[in-house]
């Protein structure tokens, strides 16, 4: 079965730091990138970046470039969302997801998640 | 930034009825580019449609999608009582891959 598995729960202070996990399994882990979404109580879906876990390429949403750093070891299939310096407002649920390039011709590609963690809440009060 | 917005914000509908949802976007994009997904209380967002108009492995024929350009419609014929949820497109044609604010599908 794929899967995606994502740390527990985390309850930090302002100014913590935090880094969580999102751990692959059932398919081969090199082969598709790990896309990170914020959602915020009550809120909707915030794509935030994506990471290569081949090659460690990775890409940001400009909101939350150099806000958070997105990295991955595929040594055991795990990608990994950390921040050096919480703020409150970085309570939120955080996802991963599988994030599938599949061919739709020639030189073109479709691009969705299709496989998703359950999340992790970051809770961030002082 | 390609912005997306989705419409209605709500829409109260009884099970059996139809429902279309409307996801406008800032700049046009490949409908090879489109998706939606669809969130349960509690619950991780679930692929629904990609390409948008293909539908994900396990999703009903109930669901289907449509648009191009700028415009995109999500359809959900004979409305279930599991179909009641939030649902939010996303575009990946232009980085950030952004999402729509959601339209939130509720039981009349």
């Known amino acids: 079965e794929v899967q995606l598995v994502q740390s527990g729960a985390e309850v930090k202070k302002p100014g913590e730091s935090l880094k969580i996990s999102c751990k692959g399994s059932?398919?081969?882990?090199?082969?598709?990138?790990i896309a990170w979404v914020r959602q915020m109580p009550g809120k909707g879906l915030e794509w935030m970046g994506i990471?290569?876990?081949?090659?460690?390429?990775?890409r940001y949403s400009p909101s939350f470039q150099g806000q958070v750093t997105i990295s991955a070891d595929n040594f055991i299939s795990t990608a990994y969302l950390q921040w050096s310096s919480l703020k409150a407002s970085d309570s939120a649920m955080y996802y991963c997801?599988?994030?599938?390039?599949?061919?739709?011709?020639?030189?073109?590609?479709?691009?969705?998640?299709?496989?998703w963690g359950k999340g992790t809440t970051v809770t961030v009060s002082s | 930034e390609n912005v997306l917005t989705q419409s209605p914000g709500t829409l109260s509908l009884s099970p059996g009825e139809s429902a279309a949802l409307s996801c406008r976007a800032s700049?046009?994009?490949?409908?090879?580019?489109l998706a939606w997904y669809q969130q349960k209380p509690g619950q991780a967002p679930r692929l629904l449609i990609y390409?948008?108009?293909s539908r994900a492995t396990g999703i009903p024929d109930r669901f289907s999608g449509s648009g191009s350009g700028t415009d995109f419609t999500l359809t959900i014929s004979r409305l279930e009582p599991e179909d009641f949820a939030v649902y939010y497109c996303?575009?990946?044609?232009?980085?950030?891959?952004?999402f729509g604010q959601g339209t939130k599908l509720e039981i009349k």
């Open positions: 997801a599988r994030h599938v390039r599949a061919s739709a011709g020639v030189y073109q590609f479709y691009h969705y998640m299709d496989v």
């Open positions: 390409g948008a108009s």
């Open positions: 990471v290569n876990p081949g090659d460690s390429d990775t």
């Open positions: 996303q575009q990946y044609g232009t980085s950030p891959y952004s």
């Open positions: 059932g398919y081969s882990f090199t082969n598709y990138w």
């Open positions: 700049l046009s994009v490949s409908s090879i580019y």
